[in-house]
């Protein structure tokens, strides 16, 4: 016997799917220079999403690469972006739904 899982929490919280699409909206407009950096917007969002060593996430080496191309903003939406997705997905994955963010 399956068990029944609730909804997503997105959709049992008034206004949560309206924030993260405001919030994803904003991260995509502020990752403007994304195409030049984008192997250093890679690497940072793996460093991130699956760290070597979870007490130090980013290596040094990763962040200074990114941080050449991209400012204190940027780098502020795509670690966002990274870890509201990974949130989305866990969350997706913990009540047996197919909602992620775009």
């Known amino acids: 016997m399956r068990t029944v899982r609730m909804p997503h929490p997105i959709d049992l ?6 924030a993260l699409n405001i919030l994803e909206n904003t991260i995509k407009a502020t990752m ?5 950096g984008d192997a250093a917007a890679r690497a940072l ?8 060593d979870p007490t130090d996430p980013v290596p040094d080496h990763v962040w200074d ?10 780098l502020a939406a795509l670690l966002l972006s990274a870890v509201l997705t990974i949130a989305v997905d866990r969350l997706s994955t913990a009540t047996r739904q197919s909602k992620g963010m775009s």
């Open 13 to 18: 919280l008034p206004g949560a799917q309206e």
């Open 32 to 36: 403007s220079n994304l195409p030049e």
């Open 45 to 52: 969002t793996e460093a991130v999403t699956n760290p070597d």
């Open 65 to 74: 690469q990114a941080a050449k191309h991209f400012d204190q903003k940027e």
